[in-house]
């Protein structure tokens, strides 16, 4: 009923920035919660970020205030705005939009993009 797709990811200096996208389809409405995942090498995929419907934020300590998460209504595209990049932030970002309705419940996860951040 949902699918998602992450686009943006690319190579980087420390210090700089960069814009991951996630594009949605299908049950749009039905999206309650969009959550950015990161996995660096090596180790266990843990949550980075969520936007809700309604707003509310939530930022990993290791983030907060160097990434800023969007949405555009619109196209149906959620942002993650990734400033002042450091080595560890080097990895795969997932999206995954949690999305129910009266009937059914579900996380779609996208594939994820590559983000590599040079020293």
């Known amino acids: 009923q949902v699918q998602v797709v992450e686009s943006g990811g690319g190579l980087v200096q420390a210090g700089g920035s960069l814009r991951l996208s996630c594009a949605a389809s299908g049950s749009i409405a039905s999206i309650n919660v969009m959550e950015w995942y990161h996995q660096a090498p090596g180790k266990e995929r843990g949550l980075l970020a969520t936007l809700s419907r309604g707003g509310s934020t939530y930022y990993a300590d290791a983030v907060k205030g160097r990434f800023t998460l969007s949405r555009d209504n619109a196209k149906a595209t959620w942002y993650l705005h990734m400033n002042n990049l450091k080595p560890e932030d080097t990895g795969v970002y997932y999206c995954?939009?949690?999305?129910?309705?009266?009937?059914?419940?579900?996380?779609?996860w996208g594939q994820g993009t590559q983000v590599t951040v040079s020293s």
């Open positions: 995954a939009a949690d999305a129910f309705t009266p009937d059914w419940a579900l996380r779609a």
